[in-house]
């Protein structure tokens, strides 16, 4: 997969911005019934700004005079990979579509204070998601 489009769309939506910070959550899995998915689909904001196909991911995008590209996705995880199906891993992330930097979802909560600390603005879709709203909220108050 050519991994240009998304990596120049995201520097366009940088430059845009000028200064700040922007979070972009992808959709969450929807259950189907008890313990079946239906098939996953990524929130169009997110898959247009990264190409990446997985569940449980967010795009932090860091605009100004250091700017970032990060992605944090689900672990590589090989046990889980025989029910779910294939992940990309921070790692694999990283590499196959283009990031600055990677890390696991699960540090989200605590990078997200520091990533958002002394920006001049933030941008995100307030009242989308309540569940997203309280953590962007709770990082703001840390």
Request: proline share 7%.
């Amino acid at each position: 997969m050519d991994i240009t489009p998304f990596r120049q769309r995201r520097a366009q939506l940088m430059q845009a911005m000028g200064d700040g910070i922007a979070i972009v959550p992808t959709a969450p899995e929807k259950i189907r019934n008890h313990d079946a998915h239906y098939p996953y689909r990524a929130d169009s904001y997110f898959h247009y700004l990264t190409g990446f196909p997985e569940p449980e991911a967010v795009l932090v995008l860091v605009a100004g005079d250091k700017p970032q590209q990060i992605l944090y996705c689900r672990d590589k995880d090989m046990e889980r990979e025989i029910w779910d199906g294939f992940r990309y891993g921070p790692e694999g992330a990283k590499e196959a579509f283009g990031f600055d930097a990677a890390y696991s979802i699960k540090l989200l909560d605590e990078h997200l204070p520091q990533l958002i600390a002394d920006q001049p603005a933030l941008y995100f879709s307030m009242g989308h998601d309540a569940a997203w709203g309280g953590r962007v909220t709770s990082a703001l108050n840390s």
